[in-house]
Nanobody, 114 residues
Framework: QVQVVESGGGLVQPGGSLRLSCTASNSISRGYTIDWYRQAPGNERERVASATSAGNFLYADSVKGRFTISGDIARKTFYLQMDSLKPEDTAVYYC????????WGQGTQVTVSL
């Protein structure tokens, strides 16, 4: 059973940046899409960024131009670079894959506030 651990969250002022990491306990095979999700209090979990096995990168409109997904399969780690952060980006951030999703990790809290 693969476990994923998200890290890199924290408190940042509006306009600031954070880089989140998602590390898997086992090797990550090619052929999957890696997604970053977020969930704010009272909201559904939403997908914000995806990296497909074909090398395509997809972003939710709310983060397009500000967030960048990348990965290092050899290090079993994927990243979400978040720039120009806004208060509405405040949420717990998670990563997962499609198909055959992993068990959800605990996520990492991102708080954007003065």
């Amino acid at each position: 059973q693969v476990q994923v651990v998200e890290s890199g969250g924290g408190l940042v002022q509006p306009g600031g940046s954070l880089r989140l990491s998602c590390t898997a306990s086992n090797s990550i095979s090619r052929g999957y899409t890696i997604d970053w999700y977020r969930q704010a209090p009272g909201n559904e979990r939403e997908r914000v960024a995806s990296a497909t096995s074909a090398g395509n990168f997809l972003y939710a409109d709310s983060v397009k131009g500000r967030f960048t997904i990348s990965g290092d399969i050899a290090r079993k780690t994927f990243y979400l670079q978040m720039d120009s952060l806004k208060p509405e980006d405040t949420a717990v951030y998670y990563c997962n894959r499609r198909p055959a999703p992993w068990t959800w990790g605990q996520g990492t809290q991102v708080t954007v506030s003065l």
